[in-house]
């Protein structure tokens, strides 16, 4: 079974508010990345901070499991650790919730690629990753979260550095599911969120669910 994690607990420091909450349109920014997610993974867990966090999602995205953080400011590894611990596929996406525009098609493609990989990763040329739109093997992102929990990290780059096998997918690639790469666009500042409104209104997302396959090639 395919699974995802949304990372949802972060501080949101640099915004100041929950970004999760935001309105985009006539949705919040967790309700259009659930929605893109849940249209090709069967099980979505919500990684939050606090139990009044998940009272405010709940209402929000009703059909969905949560994980609760085990520690206050641990990074998004904490939010990874307790998300892995509820999610029972063998495979998982993850990402972040302030991500509105989340490729389901890109996603899927990342998990056909995954069967014997660690981690399936969209690399742009600079060499610049994205960790937080990528699929992983549950047992090995797992054991990676953990070392890295245990030295005293808390960022995905040492969770990856622990991984084994990757496949890095380049961006010029997945050009070709979108010329423009907005399911890369987040908000961490509000003139990030004025854009991804921009983005938004100028062009409604056309995704539609499929089957997870794709001629997209690789390298």
């Keep these: 079974m395919k699974s995802a994690i949304i990372l949802a607990g972060g501080g949101s420091t640099r915004f100041g508010g929950d970004k999760g909450l935001l309105s985009l349109g006539d949705r ?19 990684a939050v901070r606090s139990e009044s966090q998940k009272e ?11 994980s609760l ?3 206050i400011g641990g990074g998004p590894l904490n939010g990874l650790w307790s998300g892995l611990k509820r999610v029972t596929g063998e495979k998982v996406a993850v990402v972040g919730c302030d991500m509105p525009f989340v490729s389901p098609e890109l996603i899927c493609l990342l998990y056909e690629l995954s069967p014997t990989y660690d981690a399936v990763i969209p690399r742009w040329p600079s060499g610049y990753i994205e960790p937080l739109h990528s699929v992983y093997d549950v ?7 953990g070392k890295a929990l245990r030295g005293g990290r808390s960022d995905m780059r040492a969770m990856i550095l ?5 496949l890095y997918l380049s961006t010029e690639a ?10 890369f666009a987040n908000v961490n500042t ?3 969120l004025l854009r991804v409104k921009r ?10 669910p499929r089957a997870c396959h794709s001629p997209a090639t690789h390298r």
């Excluded at 405010?56 to 949560?66: I, N, P």
């Excluded at 047992?139 to 979260?145: F, I, P, R």
């Design 139 to 145: 047992n090995g992102c797992q054991a990676a979260t």
């Design 174 to 183: 997945i050009r070709k599911l979108d010329s423009n790469l907005r399911m």
């Design 190 to 192: 509000h003139s990030d």
């Design 69 to 71: 953080d085990e520690s």
């Design 162 to 166: 622990a991984l084994a096998r990757i």
């Design 199 to 208: 983005m938004l209104g100028s062009r409604k997302s056309t995704s539609r």
């Design 56 to 66: 405010a999602y709940s209402r929000l995205v009703r059909d969905c499991l949560f």
């Design 28 to 46: 919040t920014l967790v309700e259009h990345v659930y929605g893109r997610v849940a249209s090709v993974a069967r099980e979505v867990v919500i």
